[in-house]
């Protein structure tokens, strides 16, 4: 998800703080980088700004392939009407022939 690609980053920078400064504590590696302190960096802010973008796309994508699946669903009984094989509409509407015959059982 968008929001995990951040917090990965944020448990990446700190597992090399972590192992470049291996005498400090945690406590005193959060203290010197706080969270509020990152999160005010172009960088930090570059990559929050690219995951909701990706995140954005994959939704638009994922709507639009729901959309067409929805549209084909639509269209089997109608194709099913004019006389075309289960296998045919299968084939043309680009889905398994499983899900055609549900629909043609009114499952």
């Known amino acids: 998800t968008p ?3 951040p917090q990965e980053l944020l448990q990446l920078i700190e597992t090399i703080l972590v192992y470049k400064l291996p005498l ?15 999160k005010q960096t172009q960088y ?5 700004e690219e995951a909701r973008q990706e ?3 994959e939704g638009r994508q ?12 639509e269209a089997v009984p109608r ?11 299968a084939s043309a509407l680009e889905l398994e022939v499983e899900q055609v015959r549900a629909i043609q059982n009114g499952t």
Do not use: P
Not at 44 to 48: A, G, L, S
Not at 62 to 73: D, P, S, Y
Not at 79 to 89: R, T
């Open 79 to 89: 194709l099913l009407a004019l006389g075309l094989s289960v296998e045919q509409v």
């Open 24 to 38: 400090l504590n945690r406590r005193e590696i959060e203290t010197m980088f706080s969270l509020d302190e990152l």
């Open 3 to 5: 929001d995990q690609k």
């Open 44 to 48: 930090f802010q570059d990559v929050r």
């Open 55 to 57: 995140g954005r796309q």
């Open 62 to 73: 994922e709507g639009r392939q729901e959309g067409r699946l929805n549209k084909a669903l």
